[in-house]
C-alpha cells in the first residue's frame, strides 16, 4: 500500500510538473519560434543592414487597427530590379504574374476574443520593439514575448514606463523610454484596464 502511494505521489508530482513545463515552454507560447512564411524575408537584412523604416511594409500601422502586410508590388518596389531572378524571389515573381497575393503566416498571435489596436498604440508612443522585440537582428522573424493578458495589463496599469518619443516609436532600440512627451497623445488610465477595451 505505501508503495502505491508512493508510485501515485510520484505520478502526481511528474504530471504536474509536465503541466507547468509545457505552459512555460516555446511550444505554448510560441516564443523564439519562427513560423514558415512564403518568402524568405529577412529583417536582419532590410530593417537592420538597409535600415528600411517598419512602414514601408506595415503602412498601416499608423492609421488602422491592423499594422498591414507588404504587398506584392511593395516587395517589386525594389524586386523587379534588384535579385528578381533569385530562387528564393521566386513566390514573389509568381505572386505578381498570377495576381495572387502572398499569404504571409502571423508571428504574434493573440486569441480571437482579444482586440487589438496598432494606430492606438503607435499614436500613444509605444514602440514596436516594446510587443515585437528587436526584429532588425532577426533573421527569421519569431515572436519576441508571451503576450499574455498579464503582460498587457501590466503596461495598461501604468504605461508611462514604456512610452517613447514620436520619431523613437518606430527605432530599432528607442532611447527615451519612461518620459512623458508633449508630443505623444495623453494617456487616460483608467479606461485602459476596462475590460471592454480589449475585448468587444
Known amino acids: 500500500m505505501r508503495l502505491a502511494l508512493l508510485g501515485a505521489a510520484v505520478v502526481a508530482g511528474a504530471a ?10 516555446p511550444y505554448w507560447n510560441r516564443v523564439g519560434l519562427a513560423p514558415a512564411q512564403p518568402v524568405l524575408f529577412s529583417h536582419r537584412h532590410h530593417a537592420g543592414e538597409l535600415r528600411i523604416d517598419c512602414r514601408f511594409c506595415h503602412a498601416t500601422v499608423e492609421t488602422s487597427a491592423d499594422a498591414g502586410m507588404p504587398s506584392t508590388q511593395t516587395c517589386l ?19 505578381a504574374e ?16 482579444v482586440h487589438f489596436n496598432h494606430s492606438a498604440h503607435v499614436s500613444h508612443g509605444i514602440a514596436c ?29 501604468d504605461p508611462e514606463p514604456q ?10 532600440a528607442p532611447r527615451s523610454a519612461g518620459a512623458t512627451m508633449a508630443t505623444l497623445v495623453p494617456v487616460h488610465a483608467r479606461p485602459l484596464t476596462n475590460c471592454s477595451t480589449c475585448h468587444h
Not at 504536474?16 to 509545457?22: D, E, K, N, Q, T
Not at 518596389?77 to 505572386?95: E, G, K, N, Y
Open 163 to 172: 512610452r517613447v518619443t514620436a520619431d523613437e516609436v518606430f527605432a530599432r
Open 98 to 113: 498570377e495576381n495572387t497575393p502572398l499569404l504571409w503566416s502571423r508571428v504574434a498571435t493573440l486569441p480571437d476574443h
Open 129 to 157: 520593439a516594446s510587443c515585437h522585440g528587436d526584429v532588425a537582428d532577426m533573421a527569421l522573424t519569431a515572436k519576441a514575448h508571451p503576450l499574455t493578458m498579464r503582460d498587457c495589463l501590466a503596461c495598461h496599469r
Open 16 to 25: 504536474g510538473y509536465s503541466v507547468y513545463a509545457y505552459y512555460h515552454s
Open 77 to 95: 518596389t525594389c524586386h523587379s530590379q534588384l535579385f528578381r531572378d533569385a530562387p528564393m524571389l521566386a513566390p514573389v515573381q509568381a505572386s
